[in-house]
Structures are given as structure tokens and as C-alpha cells.
């Protein structure tokens, strides 16, 4: 995975050559990745990372995300959902949030990232998601409204429901009470404007 080849950009998204994924979190080149989240009308929905995973093992995340290899457009993007969680979605059944640009330190890791953000309306259950044990431990809910006062600061934990698949293949239910401690050190700027998009599209 480390020998993945990634575009690099300069700041002003300029593409200006290809690097290993390794040599891109190593010296903090920018390159693009797709970020999708999924959501309904009450809730939105994160992804627990693998235990196994190199960065950020056991945290919350983006419901599914990746980066976008050298040869690929965004729309290729599209394959970390059916990778990730085992449901197939078309490219065109997304809802574009935009390109965020933002910069996070995470021990020898400088990631540098232009995020190509997107929601998709979900209309299953949690029995809906297909793991892919190695990248994907779980699958968790948060009501929409708390997750929004979450990272606006107005609260300071919030409940989780959802499951984990544990070694044993046995499914685990989850329900929680947690703070921001547990989620993915993304940018505040990059939750914001997440949690500002679910206020313009999916909160009434």
C-alpha cells in the first residue's frame, strides 16, 4: 500500500508529479483523496478503523474514504464504498460537498490532503454493511443534531450505536457514550464544514 503512486499538487491544486503514498505522508506533499459519508435523515453514519491499521487504529471515521491513485479521476473514488463496506453505489447518486483542503500532523505522518467530500443519502440499516475486516471494524450512528453540537464545541460527548465484527467473526453491538477523543484528528475546519453541509442538505 505504501508503494501506491498518488498525483502531488502544490497548494493551489496544481498537479506537479507523482510520488509513493510513503514519500507523500513522509515530506507532506498535497494529493487528493474521496471522502464519502453516508447519512439519512436522522443520522450520520462512521466508520471504526481496523485495529490493524498503520494510522489512527480504532477511531471513528469518514463512513468510507481513500486516496485516488495516480491513474485515477474522482469519480473512481467511488470504489472505497463497495471496498470499504460492501454496498454498491454509483457516482451519480452523490451529493457534492466540494474540495477541502487541510493539513493534519499525526506522529511521523504530515497527511496534506484535498478532500473531495461527498454525502450519499442512505436508505439501509446496519445489517446493509459487508466489512472489509482488515480496513473497516465497525460501523457506528450518531444522531445527526448531537453530532453537529458535537463539533460546534455546544456538547461534549455523544451516544454511538452500531456494531464491530471481532476476530472471532462474532458481531459485536456497540452503544456509547463519547467525545471527540475517539474520532479521526482531521482538521476542526474539515468537521466544520461537514457538519455545515449537513445543516444546508439534511437537517431540518
Same mark, same amino acid.
Given at each position: /500500500?505504501?508503494s501506491?503512486?498518488?498525483?502531488i499538487?502544490?497548494?493551489?491544486y496544481? *498537479?506537479?508529479?507523482?510520488a509513493?503514498?510513503? !514519500?507523500v505522508?513522509? %515530506?507532506?506533499?498535497?494529493?487528493?483523496?474521496f471522502?464519502? %459519508?453516508?447519512?439519512?435523515a436522522?443520522?450520520?453514519?462512521?466508520?471504526?478503523? +481496523?485495529?490493524?491499521?498503520?494510522?489512527?487504529?480504532?477511531?471513528? !471515521?469518514?463512513? $468510507? $474514504?481513500?486516496?485516488?491513485?495516480a491513474? @485515477? @479521476?474522482?469519480?473512481?473514488?467511488?470504489?472505497?464504498v =463497495? @471496498?470499504?463496506?460492501?454496498?454498491?453505489?454509483?457516482?451519480?447518486?452523490? /451529493?457534492?460537498?466540494?474540495?477541502? +483542503?487541510?493539513? *493534519?500532523?499525526?506522529e511521523q505522518?504530515?497527511?496534506?490532503?484535498? $478532500?473531495?467530500?461527498?454525502?450519499? /443519502?442512505?436508505?439501509?440499516?446496519? !445489517?446493509?454493511?459487508?466489512?472489509?475486516?482488515?480496513?473497516v471494524?465497525?460501523?457506528?450512528?450518531?444522531n445527526?443534531?448531537?453530532?453537529i453540537?458535537? %463539533?460546534?464545541?455546544e =456538547? @461534549?460527548?455523544?451516544?454511538?450505536?452500531g456494531?464491530e /465484527?471481532? !476476530?472471532?467473526g462474532v458481531?459485536?453491538?456497540?452503544?456509547?457514550?463519547?467525545?471527540?477523543d475517539?474520532? *479521526?484528528?482531521?482538521?476542526? +475546519?474539515?468537521?466544520? $464544514?461537514?457538519?455545515?453541509?449537513?445543516?444546508? =442538505?439534511?437537517?431540518?
Amino acid at each position: /500500500m505504501e508503494s501506491e503512486r498518488l498525483k502531488i499538487f502544490d497548494e493551489q491544486y496544481n *498537479v506537479i508529479g507523482i510520488a509513493s503514498r510513503e !514519500d507523500v505522508h513522509k %515530506w507532506g506533499y498535497w494529493h487528493e483523496t474521496f471522502h464519502c %459519508w453516508f447519512v439519512d435523515a436522522q443520522y450520520i453514519y462512521l466508520q471504526k478503523r +481496523s485495529g490493524s491499521k498503520k494510522d489512527y487504529p480504532n477511531l471513528l !471515521d469518514i463512513t $468510507a $474514504a481513500g486516496h485516488l491513485l495516480a491513474e @485515477e @479521476e474522482i469519480k473512481d473514488g467511488i470504489r472505497e464504498v =463497495r @471496498e470499504e463496506l460492501g454496498i454498491d453505489v454509483s457516482f451519480d447518486q452523490l /451529493m457534492p460537498l466540494g474540495v477541502l +483542503s487541510y493539513s *493534519v500532523r499525526h506522529e511521523q505522518l504530515i497527511d496534506n490532503e484535498f $478532500a473531495n467530500v461527498f454525502f450519499y /443519502m442512505f436508505n439501509g440499516d446496519l !445489517d446493509s454493511f459487508q466489512l472489509q475486516h482488515d480496513e473497516v471494524a465497525g460501523i457506528v450512528r450518531i444522531n445527526n443534531k448531537d453530532f453537529i453540537e458535537l %463539533w460546534r464545541g455546544e =456538547r @461534549e460527548e455523544v451516544i454511538i450505536q452500531g456494531f464491530e /465484527m471481532k !476476530d472471532n467473526g462474532v458481531k459485536q453491538q456497540i452503544h456509547e457514550i463519547v467525545g471527540r477523543d475517539i474520532f *479521526v484528528s482531521h482538521d476542526d +475546519s474539515y468537521y466544520l $464544514a461537514v457538519i455545515k453541509g449537513l445543516e444546508d =442538505r439534511i437537517v431540518d
